[in-house]
């Protein structure tokens, strides 16, 4: 019998069973394979025990946590052993779930893609995810909300490894927000501070700005395809052939704002550098390895629709251009660590994005770079947190100087980064950061020459500030204050540090043996087309690059090692002055946003109360014939007058009952 | 069209809270057995319901199901007749799980009294909750115009007092506007009633609905008649402008009230839109489809805005509803079977959120108060609990993804999108506005220092998480099992549609451009 309670079992009865498999480049899923939704319950399940266990679990709560985000990582590490074991051409394997959402004309079921791509990331994800848990029982140690941080930091790794493996884009749309939930709440986990407070609520709100354009785009994708998931609309996508430029030109910049919103692009970059009041490990995780790239992650899932709409993938690396000058600028002029290293995880961004949008040139390299940055930020981050848990918390960078000598571990796996995020060669920068300056060098007419040149002089400005930093913090004269007594952190927090640092060396070298990653990636992002080569000769640009980060080095050797650097900031030119306030981004957004906004929410308070409300209210006193108003309301005629209608309903109702 | 049902299901699912509400009254005992009384009454019509609902089948043909027909003024040709389509089930259902728990959130509700008659006042309190549910089962399940015009009506009754008589201390002022409103839209309605049925073929039974569907009237009076429902369901939507009821109304009742003021009696509009509107007027319903959509974007946009602006923590939480009943009105004038369906979807869902909000803020009334916002503060380090709780229903109401009222909002707007395309881009962006009305509240209220001479609060009580927990799970098994409630939706809005004769089965573009 089909019953109310029968399709409750049904809908329950094909989670089990599954779907049919799709047809089309991805298989339905074998083996080991078909358990990749316990990457994401895993750490939830982590996440939910936590929060709702109480402050029973305070004790074993975070150890525990940091185990289910290591079997996430064996998980993902067992499905990856498998996809080697098979063809380049079946490694993509679709594992469906069950019948999600169906409503009308909408089908969808819920189900993951996991392909070359998406095991990248769950593989970064849940490695460098765990070394951060790890070096987090250290950092967080003594924070009395312990198990509230490890509860977020496992819901952080279940939506992220949601938001990689998703084959919908609405599911996928589930992951996104879930990590900007887990962003909020750990960026404002200190929200005693009011300002920190702000700065989550600002994430949450500008990401809803990008997150619109997601919407849209998926409005866009079902009127247009009929579908959201991957396959219909990647593989619709590609079969266009020059058609319905207009709506593939929408669709790409929509799924573009969503990825600026979620990635700190400019024109929605500016919650990035406040978010940094979340604990650290929560910047280098989230802020800095993982989730602000899912728009970088966003864009290259998405090829084929930007494929079919050149002017998107223009505009896409328009603003991968203008953000990894903005930051570069900006991370010049922060004396706050973090600050800075949150500058140029967006000037960082801003490289992948660009390198996204030159399409099946960039994109292997868009994600090379995001994997090597994931390594050197993170463990650059890690360093940051070292360097405040042993200087009282302090992260003013003119208050640092000569710590190299106190903190060997840190000096030395952050001095790794340094040289990996510089690109010099053979450290794991070089390998992913050059090969992006390459490609924007491709092309015809204006463009090589203006992104080349967008991307060679941002290596520059790298190489300055991120020295100025290194510098300023562990070289030159201390400049601490009496009662800072910097020591090496615990071994919980340095060992995380120096495995990341042996990545940031290393893994770019190891990827690039045979064009591994690149090969690796292939079957997803597509071959690079033959024959395109830099309108600048290779050897040129690779000297030239070389050329302008020693010159950026150099500067910062004079002004931040050599010299004495004051302990309050000197006024600066007028640029310094900009960058330091993120090129008045916030002014902006105030001016041209917030401020109208709240005159137009408090004038319609004002318009709601005193005039939709008092001419309903004059009218509704007119009714009960009396002109002073409302207050008559209460005991005058009107309610007499509205009670005796009422008995009137009544009273017709009780006649026609009798007369029946 | 109507399966009848050998077992008056819906009679008897609707009798049990009116029964329980005179015993609750009138037979003596401790106000403590009393409400235990009401309560026990209205888990047993939850019982009921569930029993009738596994009698349903969404794979009928019929419109109707559990139906019952009695004769009740032949001359006038009223029935009593009941029945239900998917959308009415699961609004009945809804209904069934909220009144449990609004009263046993209301538990401390009322004040208690000394003296012999000390515990009338609570007795009848409960009581009235329970005539309501029982005049909430019935406007849902009336198949008969007139019948459901009664229970439209009466409604009013237990609300006004349940407003006027327990509320706070404007309550007078509040009853007496939600009610002039009510009943201005409501004489209307009676009028467009009658009218109708002039229309109709007459008879014994002229008032059923089927036997007043798919008319040939003439496009003016049919204009007029839809204008004629479509005002009383606008006031009771609430639609701007017609909304400036309900946050005094809202405001000033007991958090149960409020609770099932906006989550259940305000979805009688919206569900008469798709009901009546729709399916007896379909080409008028065409007409003033423009005006409609307009009304419903401004609803979206002037309900958050208005949110964004409110100090007055209740007032905030009915601004919001009136934003969400503009996405809802939006999905079912959209006319496409995904829209349709995510505005059915929309209005179970936000029954369950809006009590979220209602009562999880009631709590912290209870605890400070007050019900002002800036009178908070820092509270996340006072009750994290509860601050917790009161986050997870704030989210519900931003429609955040994996909770169920994303899925409903999502719906709503790539539904709208095929046939309005404008309407749903500018309604979409009442999701940023939704972030920044909910993460204002609880950034004002939860978060900075903690505030000093508040140790004797305590965080939540054993009833307080009996009383979140079935919410909380709603939002997440439908947020991640939607079909649940979609398998038996999806029937009924389709046949609701099928009167409007839209085509929706094809989105043009699609068909256009990739063959």
């Known amino acids: 019998m089909h019953t109310g309670m029968g399709s409750l079992a049904h809908t329950v009865g094909t989670y089990a069973a599954g779907l049919a498999a799709h047809e089309g480049e991805a298989h339905a899923a074998t083996g080991f394979t078909a358990y990749a939704w316990l990457l994401v319950a895993l750490p939830l399940a982590g996440a939910t025990m936590l929060l709702l266990g109480g402050r029973r679990t305070d004790k074993f709560g975070p150890v525990v946590a940091t185990a289910l985000s290591w079997a996430a990582f064996v998980v993902g590490a067992i499905i990856f052993v498998e996809m080697l074991g098979r063809g380049a051409d079946s490694r993509a394997q679709n594992v469906t779930l069950y019948e999600w959402v169906t409503a009308g004309t909408f089908k969808l079921s819920a189900g993951m893609l996991v392909d070359q791509l998406s095991m990248v990331f769950v593989l970064l994800v849940t490695f460098v995810g765990s070394l951060i848990h790890v070096y987090s029982l250290g950092y967080m140690e003594h924070d009395p909300d312990k198990r509230r941080f490890f509860a977020y930091l496992n819901l952080f790794v279940g939506a992220m490894l949601l938001l990689v493996l998703a084959n919908s884009y609405l599911l996928l749309y589930v992951g996104w927000e879930g990590v900007g939930l887990a962003s909020y709440l750990l960026i404002g986990f200190w929200n005693w501070n009011p300002a920190y407070a702000t700065a989550a609520n600002k994430a949450f709100v500008v990401n809803r700005v990008g997150d619109f354009g997601l919407t849209v785009a998926l409005m866009l994708m079902f009127f247009h395809f009929g579908a959201v998931d991957f396959q219909t609309v990647l593989g619709k996508s590609a079969a266009l052939t020059g058609a319905n430029q207009g709506f593939m030109t929408a669709m790409g910049l929509m799924l573009l704002l969503g990825a600026c919103g979620k990635s700190a692009q400019f024109p929605l970059q500016s919650w990035l550098g406040d978010a940094m009041a979340g604990p650290t490990p929560v910047s280098a995780l989230i802020h800095a390895a993982t989730m602000v790239t899912a728009g970088v992650y966003l864009i290259v899932r998405s090829a084929p629709i930007f494929e079919a709409a050149p002017t998107a993938q223009l505009v ?29 995880t967006m000037s960082q961004i801003g490289y992948m ?80 950061k050059d090969k992006i300056i390459e490609a924007a060098f491709i092309g015809e007419g204006w463009r090589p020459w203006v992104f080349g040149g967008a991307a060679l002089i941002g290596a520059g400005i790298t190489a300055f500030y991120m020295s100025r930093l290194f510098f300023m913090t562990f070289h030159g004269k201390k400049r601490w204050d009496a009662d800072d007594h910097p020591h090496e952190s615990p071994r919980i927090m340095t060992v995380p540090m120096i495995v990341l640092a042996v990545g940031s060396a290393f893994l770019g070298l190891i990827l690039s043996w045979n064009d591994m990653f690149v090969s690796w990636l292939e079957p997803v992002t597509g071959a690079e087309p033959e024959g395109a080569h830099p309108v600048v000769p290779v050897p040129l640009l690779l000297t030239l690059t070389l050329l302008l980060v020693a010159g950026g080095v150099f500067l910062a050797w004079m002004r931040y090692w050599r010299d004495d650097v004051p302990v309050t900031a000197p006024a600066g030119s007028l640029v310094t002055q900009a960058a330091r306030k993120d090129l008045y981004q916030d002014q902006v957004n105030e001016a041209l946003l917030m401020r109208p906004g709240i005159h137009l929410t408090r004038s319609l308070v004002f318009a709601d109360s005193k005039g939709v409300d008092g001419a309903v209210g004059g009218l509704a006193a007119l009714v009960g014939g009396t002109s002073s108003r409302l207050r008559k309301l209460q005991n005058g005629f009107a309610r007499s007058y509205a009670l005796t209608m009422l008995a009137g309903v009544v009273a017709i109702l009780g006649a026609l009952w009798v007369i029946s | 069209m109507t399966e009848m049902s050998t077992v008056p299901w819906l009679t008897i699912t609707g009798l049990i809270p009116l029964v329980g509400a005179l015993v609750v009254a009138f037979v003596p005992g401790t106000v403590e057995n009393a409400k235990r009384l009401a309560l026990g009454f209205s888990v047993l019509a939850l019982v009921v319901g569930i029993v009738a609902a596994t009698q349903y089948d969404p794979s009928s043909t019929k419109q109707f199901q559990l139906g019952e027909q009695v004769s009740w003024i032949p001359q006038f040709g009223v029935s009593y007749s009941l029945g239900v389509d998917g959308l009415a089930l699961v609004l009945i259902l809804m209904s069934l799980v909220l009144t449990p728990v609004c009263l046993l959130a209301a538990w401390h509700d009322v004040p208690e009294e000394a003296g012999p008659q000390g515990g009338r006042r609570t007795k009848a309190y409960f009581a009235l909750l329970l005539v309501l549910e029982t005049f909430m089962v019935g406007v849902f399940a009336a198949t008969d115009v007139f019948l459901f015009y009664v229970f439209f009506e009466a409604m009013l009754i237990p609300v006004y007092f349940l407003i006027g008589r327990f509320g706070g201390p404007r309550r007078q002022y509040a009853a007496m506007k939600f009610l002039l409103f009510s009943l201005a839209g409501g004489l209307i309605m009676l009028v467009a009633v009658i009218a109708l049925y002039l229309q109709g073929p007459g008879g014994t039974d002229g008032f059923l609905i089927e036997k007043l569907t798919g008319l040939s009237i003439d496009p003016t009076t049919e204009r007029l008649l839809f204008v004629g429902f479509f005002l009383a369901f606008a006031v009771k939507a609430p639609m701007v402008p017609f909304h400036t009821w309900l946050p005094d109304a809202a405001t000033e009742s007991t958090p149960a009230t409020a609770t099932l003021l906006v989550g259940v009696l305000d979805k009688v509009g919206t569900f008469g839109m798709i009901r009546f509107c729709l399916q007896l007027f379909p080409e008028a319903s065409k007409w003033a489809t423009p005006v409609v959509i307009a009304l419903a974007v401004i609803s979206v946009l002037y309900g958050a805005l208005l949110a964004i602006g409110q100090t007055d923590m209740m007032r905030l939480i009915s601004f919001t509803s009136i934003s969400h009943f503009g996405f809802i009105v939006l999905g079912i004038f959209a006319f496409t079977s995904t829209g349709g369906a995510g505005s059915s979807l929309y209005m179970l869902n936000h029954g369950f959120s809006t009590a979220a909000l209602f009562l999880f803020a009631a709590m912290l009334v209870h605890r400070r108060g007050s019900k002002r916002i800036p009178d908070f503060g820092g509270w996340q380090r006072v009750t994290p609990g509860l601050a917790g709780i009161f986050l997870v229903a704030g989210l519900s109401g931003l429609a955040l993804p994996g909770l169920s009222s994303f899925i409903s909002e999502f719906l709503v707007l790539v539904g709208s999108f095929p046939t309005q395309p404008v309407a749903a881009v500018v309604g979409a962006t009442g999701s940023i506005l939704a972030a920044l009305y909910i993460l204002l509240m609880y950034k004002r209220m939860m978060t900075g220092p903690k ?13 307080e998480k009996v009383v979140a927990a079935p919410i909380l799970a709603t939002f997440l098994v439908l947020g991640f099992f939607p079909n649940i409630a979609l398998h038996v939706i999806n029937p009924a809005v389709d046949k609701s549609l099928s009167y409007v004769h839209t085509d929706s089965a094809v989105t043009p573009a699609a068909e256009g451009s990739t063959k």
């Not at chain 1, 009282?392 to 030395?412: C, E, H, P, Q, Y």
């Open chain 1, 316 to 344: 896409v690396v328009i603003v991968g251009a203008i953000t990894l000058l903005f930051g570069a600028i900006v991370g010049c002029a922060k004396d706050d660590i973090k600050k800075a290293l949150a500058a140029s």
């Open chain 1, 353 to 432: 994005m660009l390198a996204a949008g030159l399409g099946p040139v960039g994109y292997a390299f868009a994600i090379f770079h995001l994997l090597t940055h994931g390594f050197f930020k993170a463990g650059m981050f890690l360093g940051a947190g070292s360097v405040m848990h042993g200087m009282n918390d302090k992260v003013d960078m003119r208050r640092f100087g000569g710590l190299s000598g106190a903190m060997k571990i840190t000096w030395a796996t952050f001095g790794l980064g340094w040289l990996a995020i510089l690109g010099v060669p053979p450290f794991s920068g070089y390998w992913s």
């Open chain 2, 451 to 463: 505030p000093d001479g508040l140790a004797g609060v305590r965080d939540l009580s054993l009833r």
